[in-house]
């Protein structure tokens, strides 16, 4: 199934998202219209919406935090069977996590 759906940006330019991605898309135009709490027509959205769209965002990206959080903890657990402490702890920091934790190594590499 294909999708293609046309919105106009604040410079009445019309933007094209191609695809199933495009229901969930926001175009661009439209997030800075939501920062700059000004509807595309001019008119102030207003501050509650405004407020509530970026407390829902923010929760959003919490929780996409949190899949970071719950990768670096199946790694340790599973990686620490088969890397020594000193290995663990500079791939961790490669792949841009923080390195071991007190508590990790006592518990992993003790």
Excluded at 41 to 61: D, S
Excluded at 75 to 89: L, P, R
Aim: some cysteine; aromatic content about 8%.
């Amino acid at each position: 199934m294909s999708f293609h759906i046309k919105s106009l940006n604040a410079s009445n330019n019309i933007e094209h998202i191609d695809g199933p991605e495009g229901l969930d898309a926001v175009p661009e135009s439209i997030e800075h219209a939501i920062q700059d709490g000004i509807d595309l027509n001019g008119t102030p959205l207003p501050k509650e919406m405004v407020g509530f769209y970026k407390e829902v965002m923010q929760k959003e990206a919490e929780r996409i935090c949190r899949v970071r959080v719950a990768m670096r903890k199946k790694i340790i657990a599973t990686g620490s069977k088969h890397y020594d402490q000193e290995t663990m702890n500079q791939r961790l920091l490669d792949a841009g996590w923080e390195g071991l934790k007190a508590a990790e190594i006592a518990y992993f590499f003790s």
